[in-house]
């Protein structure tokens, strides 16, 4: 089991700092324990000699030496046992990059003064190393600022530390309050959003109470709406700013073993006191500085690189700018790490520093949805990874593990299984196939064979993980939140939406207690759930869902994101299915412009976001204008040379239905028995895409009166769709209505009206009965009474 040692050197005033420092350490050991890491600390207090002029002082040296991290407090005094400790922690680290040194340095109270030995200390810190103290006021700063060092040593736990509800933890268990750090305490923006929040629900109350008396008064009522409004608004804007605020001071931790120049230390205390906007103008300064610097780039490196230090910062500190607009926020944030990543490599930035700068930039391009981009530079971090470290190197699983993660998103599935399958063999290699750091990989996996309609080898990688988890976490820890949406996910694939309802809530119950409430991870659960619903025949219940994760994705996210695009699909189809076809065109139409610019014009998932469009123009009968779009769908895949898959059958069976309402039967006929062929070797005779091409088929078989086959395809169908939706889905009961249509074009309206009455309640029982889809089948019974 690995050992980190802790030597922790302070004069006596600080003793009620180094208990708090020692009780914080034994918490730790007992967290980073279940990853096969232990935490040791040595106190002066563990021997019972204590400093004096013997050389006592030489063993506690020795220790010194030995150990991983070296941690100098300071207040008021710079005890010269104390300075001698940093001094030898300081010439280690040089030699051996070990042990790292960090110096804390507590606020002093009003009428407290620091001796002058200490300032020559400070002063000589900064101009002889450029070296960084960080400050801090009490307990929970001291705690706050040792966790995030801690997890730069060994990061096991790094994706464990968040922000929740206002208070920092890591695997679950609390480590600061965001409000009694310096850099928070000290925000205005912060201040002011927390004020207003802590008064709003009282304001809301007497609102509320008012309406209750008075219930007919409309203002009342509007001004009620408009304060619930404005506490759920506020609340997704400052737990976004709690969270950017709480990344830049990761970042700042990350640079404390750098050298600075005085003005980016200016710019960090700036930061520290809560001066966001400050803190910016410095960094613009040292951003024009750096383009002096780059120029004069074989005079002096070293400043370049502390130029490209300042610009990692300025990256945090813009997205925490809650006064800028969030796309702003991204085209200024994506113009510093382009920056960065050209001068990195002009002026030969040490690779581990490189790397670094480059995993940040490719997460933050991926984050929102530059692809493309994205890519290269996570083949370029590989590349890296493998000549700094090898192949089957821990550090170079975790490339792997992300650049599998991209082409998942990409939709390169292929791609997406080869990264993960070398991440997996390495991770296993080294922790074995039962630990957490494997389960990871088993996930990724999942959701891999998942894409690739495989289900049962999603469900069991998934299932290996969670059991894993189970053993490792917890009831209600996040690890099982992300282990039951993969689980809800591959049962909704399978359409078994009930089963992947029950997890989806499991999943929303732990992810609405550990995230924040605007976080994308929650806009992708709450978008899944209206997915469940809307297959359920739920409508009603679906809409909230995808409107909530909407919102979200064009905040967090920023408009030109493929999730947002996903956001708008989901609109489309509302409307469409309550018959509101200009606002579906509005939201198809959006998409594709999303989707053009994610991922360029020649791409599968464009030709998608054309086809859908496509659609809008059939249920307006603009069928010319229908066809050119759907056209241009299909010329986009058989570039791509998309000739077998989902997306192509759908644009395939668009086609059909475009020329089926022309009249032009053969044509359409093709185009159906094209799409059908292509979706059964996809997925199968039993997937309810399958069920509506054969009923489309169906159709057109009674419009040329060929009422055997015609009935052959519609009933093959109603058995797949019974199968995969439920007999009382509402594209069941369709299939059921176009059934129906059959007999009566056959002359045989007592069975038509069998089927038309199942249709119209089945559709009156899931969807309800002033639903547009009920009323049209409640019209097409009406009508067959009368006839009959």
Known sequence: MKTIKIFLASSEELDYDRMVFGNLVRRLDDIYEKNGVRIKLFEWEDYDAAYNDRRKQDEYNEYVRKSDIFIGLFHKKAGKFTIEEFDIASEEFKKHASPKVYTYCKDLMPGEQEDPELTEFKKRLFDEMGHYWSRYSNRDSLQFHFVMQLQLVETSNKDNLKVTEGTIVLNGIPIAQMDRLQFVAGNEAYQKMNNELMHLPDKIEKARALTEKYPDDDDLKEELQQRINRFNQLKEDFDQLQNALFETAQRITAMQLEYISEKLQRAIEAFDNGNLERANTLLDEIAIEAERHVKQLDMDRSLVHRDISALQLQAKTVMADAGMPIQDRIEKTLSIYKKTDEWAEKSALDKEKYIALLYDFADFLRVYGKYEESEKIYLRCISIAESIWGEDHKNTSSFYERTSSLFMDKGDYSKALTYATKALNIRIQIYGENHLKTSFIYDILGLIYNSMNEPEKALEYCTKALHIREKEYSEGDFGFGVSYCNLGLINRNAHNFTTSLEYYNKAKTIFEKNLKSDDYKLATLYDNIGFVYNHLGKDDKAIPYWEKALNIRKKVLGYYHPNT???????????????????????????????????????????????????????????????????????????????????????????????????????????????????????????????????????????????????????????????????????????????????????????????FRKAYEYNKETLGIEHPITQKSLKRLEENIIIE
Do not use: W
């Not at 998309?642 to 044509?667: H, M, P, R």
């Not at 062929?677 to 039993?686: D, M, V, Y």
């Open 565 to 755: 695009a996903v956001s708008y699909d989901r609109m489309a189809a509302i409307f469409r299915n309550k018959e509101n076809y200009p606002e579906a065109h509005k939201c198809y139409k959006i998409s594709l412009d999303i989707k053009k610019k994610c991922y360029g014009e020649k791409h599968l998932i464009t030709a998608q976001a054309y086809s859908n469009l496509g659609l809008t123009f059939i249920d307006n009968q603009e069928y010319d204008k229908a066809l050119q779009y759907l056209f241009k769908a299909e010329e986009i895949e058989t570039c791509l040379n998309e000739k077998e898959n989902e997306t192509t059958a759908s644009t395939l069976n668009n086609i059909g239905a475009v020329y089926y309402k022309k009249d032009c039967y053969e044509k359409a006929i093709d185009y159906y028995r094209r799409a059908l062929e292509i979706k059964i070797k996809c997925s199968g005779n039993n997937n309810f895409t399958t069920a509506i091409t054969m009923d489309n088929i169906g159709m057109l078989y009674r419009k040329i009166n060929d009422y055997e086959h015609a009935l052959e395809y519609s009933k093959r169908a109603l058995e797949i769709a019974k199968k995969c939706l439920g007999p009382k889905h509402h594209l069941t009961a369709s299939i059921i209505s176009n059934i129906g249509l059959i007999y009566k074009s056959m002359g045989d309206p007592q069975n038509a009206l069998v089927y």
